[in-house]
């Protein structure tokens, strides 16, 4: 039996393979999503008079992100843009470790926090609330919000409630969309 014309590929009509994006770029962008998440889930919390973020606050800013991302019509542009500044970061982290590298010579080793610890300190300070300590999550109801975060607020709010709804469009989004889930 030489003719195969009956068989098929298992591909429709209309496949449109989504083209992959480089590995590293990939890394940037969730860091880049991870961190703006972040932020925003702190803005929230600190805009409800809460004294710390909560899980929820962490999922509902990740939603916030996904829907930034995907109506963001400059998002290769903006990546791009990261990806430089990046750099232009590490250059200067680099010229920054070895010079601490060259201090930390001179000094006594086994004293002083470690850096994984002064990280911490710098990022966070005495902002740490025990986890039993930290209020419930709670929204702010938009009349008494502050007139220019209104805007923030209901893209924030918004972002959760059009979630069950949402349908990624490629495998970047799919990838996120299933993360995000994973988390509640």
């Not at 990740?62 to 903006?78: C, G």
């Not at 232009?88 to 470690?114: L, N, Q």
Request: proline letters at 4%; glycine letters at 4%.
């Amino acid at each position: 039996m030489s003719d195969y014309s009956f068989m098929q590929s298992g591909l429709a009509g209309d496949y449109n393979p989504q083209p992959s994006i480089p590995y590293e770029d990939l890394i940037i962008l969730l860091g880049v999503f991870t961190k703006n998440s972040m932020v925003n889930a702190a803005r929230h919390a600190k805009l409800c008079g809460r004294n710390g973020v909560t899980k929820e606050d962490v999922q509902t800013a990740l939603k916030y992100e996904v829907f930034d991302f995907t109506s963001n019509p400059d998002t290769l542009a903006e990546l791009q843009r990261i990806k430089e500044e990046i750099g232009r970061e590490m250059e200067e982290d680099e010229a920054e470790e070895e010079d601490e590298a060259e201090e930390e010579e001179d000094e006594a080793e086994g004293e002083g926090p470690s850096m994984a610890e002064e990280f911490l300190d710098e990022l966070v300070g005495d902002k740490v609330v025990p986890d039993e300590e930290i209020q419930e999550y709670s929204e702010i109801d938009l009349e008494s919000a502050p007139t220019d975060e209104r805007k923030f607020l209901e893209k924030f709010y918004n972002s959760k409630k059009n979630w069950a709804t949402f349908v990624p469009k490629d495998n970047i989004e799919r990838a996120i969309y299933s993360a995000i889930n994973a988390t509640m």
